[in-house]
């Protein structure tokens, strides 16, 4: 089993970047498909970027595609999921997430454990 706490959230104007990170305690982060996912007010969660167990493998929701960037640092434990060129439809609260069989990268029932999540703001 493991812990996901996710931090780096906040309000930020549209352009601008914030950095999120997981943090993980348990069991061996390598042995996860790490997924982040986001929610907006009123809406149902959905993907946003993936990376395989040893980072040399990533994926991205089309909406975040060349702005967004996941990456891992397995000897730190943790994921992050660097965002550039924020656009207010960004503004949700971001999970992450992980899975040990992980099929689909985009699939939420893949995932086995999921962090509380982070707010992010994006003002217009």
């Known amino acids: 089993q493991v812990q996901l706490v996710e931090s780096g959230g906040g309000l930020v104007q549209a352009g601008g970047s914030l950095r999120l990170s997981c943090a993980t305690s348990g069991r061996t982060l390598s042995t996860y498909t790490m997924g982040w996912f986001r929610q907006a007010p009123g809406k149902e969660r959905e993907f946003v970027a993936a990376?395989?167990?040893?980072?040399?493998?990533?994926f991205y929701a089309d909406s975040v595609k060349v702005r967004f960037t996941v990456s891992r640092d397995n000897a730190k434990n943790t994921v992050y999921l660097q965002m550039n060129s924020l656009k207010p439809e960004d503004t949700a609260v971001y999970y992450c997430a992980g899975g040990v069989v992980v099929n689909r990268w985009s699939r939420i029932d893949d995932y086995d454990y999921w962090g509380q999540g982070t707010r992010v703001t994006v003002s217009s």
């Open positions: 990376v395989s167990q040893t980072g040399h493998s990533t």
